[in-house]
């Protein structure tokens, strides 16, 4: 596609910076537009606030405890230490798990019983053997943590809806483990052959030109000379 032409209009100020590559990222700032003002928003519907019914209590309760959000280090594909909070509470929990919840990554639903769960998880995986050859940092000893157990470091043990979702990811993990393997392993194939094909086919750089013409309520308009290094 050929580049498009800077229209014919005076130009009141320009900036030029580096954008790498050694190209640039031009910014002009022409006349005024001359299109119609742009409409002014319509006044905002009053809000109507109405009760809660007992059916719009049950679905939020039944939403919150549908909607599993985590947070995890992973140590080794072995060992993770996962927070989460109480469903209804907020209360936070924490726990040292034997098993690898980066098998989780890029799910985002899965059904139990016949009900729907939203999952949310947000985690880093570390190699500890790589990271301590570089001198980087030490990490504790999770040698002794057995495979698929799972030892609360916070929150009440006893309070059964917040120590659910963990024990509904063990689940999850271990009656479809080889399903999961399987899927982070596309994953990683098809991320491999994109950086692959990206390395392969470069955007090539170009300098960039931008040019905007201020409307109604812009700031610009307010400055009744043009800017003297306007180029």
């Not at 030029?16 to 905002?44: A, W």
Request: glycine share 6%; proline share 9%.
């Amino acid at each position: 596609m050929p580049p498009k032409q800077v229209p014919a209009i005076r130009i009141d100020a320009a900036t030029t910076v580096p954008s790498g590559n050694g190209k640039t990222l031009t910014i002009l700032r022409g006349e005024p537009s001359t299109l119609p003002d742009i409409p002014s928003p319509p006044e905002p519907r009053p809000q109507v606030i109405r009760e809660r019914t007992a059916d719009d209590l049950a679905r939020e309760i039944y939403r919150r405890r549908h909607s599993i959000q985590l947070g995890a280090t992973v140590y080794d594909h072995r060992v993770s230490i996962v927070r989460w909070q109480h469903p209804d509470t907020r209360a936070p929990y924490e726990a040292v798990c034997g098993f690898d919840l980066g098998l989780l990554a890029g799910i985002g639903r899965f059904v139990r019983n016949g009900e729907n769960y939203d999952l949310m998880l947000l985690h880093s995986m570390v190699d500890t053997k790589r990271t301590r050859n570089l001198g980087l940092r030490a990490f504790p000893d999770h040698s002794e943590v057995a495979n698929g157990s799972i030892r609360l470091l916070k929150g009440d043990p006893e309070n059964l809806l917040g120590t659910t979702p963990i024990h509904l990811i063990k689940e999850l993990l271990v009656n479809e483990e080889t399903r999961l393997e399987i899927f982070q392993a596309d994953l990683e194939r098809h991320r491999k052959a994109r950086t692959a094909w990206e390395s392969a086919n470069p955007v090539p750089p170009r300098d960039e030109t931008f040019w905007i013409r201020p409307h109604r309520g812009s700031r610009y308009l307010m400055e009744t000379v043009p800017a003297e290094n306007a180029r």
